[in-house]
Nanobody, 119 residues
Framework: QVQLVESGGGLVQAGGSLRLSCAAS????????MGWFRQAPGKEREFVAR????????NLADSVKGRFGISRDNAKNTVFLQMNSLKPEDTAVYYC????????????WGQGTQVTVSS
């Protein structure tokens, strides 16, 4: 059974940084893409970043390019979201997700971690 466990959220002032972690377990993820999504109160969930577990290729949403980065540690089966220059509008619950590369949608989701950016 796939498990994704996020950690690293918290309260930070605008301009600060946080690093989120997503520990993945339950199978081999070499044929998976890992994604980060976020959902702010009253808003729909939105894509933030993704990384191919095998190649390391990444994509970032335009709203976070230049401020956020996604990476993975294959040995630890962990994906990271480094968030710099945080803004109040980055406040949301951040979710880690996994999908097989051949599939169009994400099948597995973590429980989420709260990120709050104060102005």
């Amino acid at each position: 059974q796939v498990q994704l466990v996020e950690s690293g959220g918290g309260l930070v002032q605008a301009g600060g940084s946080l690093r989120l972690s997503c520990a993945a377990s339950g199978r081999t993820f070499s044929s998976y893409a890992m994604g980060w999504f976020r959902q702010a109160p009253g808003k729909e969930r939105e894509f933030v970043a993704r990384i191919s577990w095998s190649t390391g290729s990444t994509n970032l949403a335009d709203s976070v390019k230049g401020r956020f980065g996604i990476s993975r540690d294959n040995a630890k089966n962990t994906v990271f979201l480094q968030m710099n220059s945080l803004k109040p509008e980055d406040t949301a619950v951040y979710y880690c997700a996994a999908r097989q590369l051949k599939e169009p949608s994400y099948s597995y989701w973590g429980q989420g971690t709260q990120v709050t950016v104060s102005s």
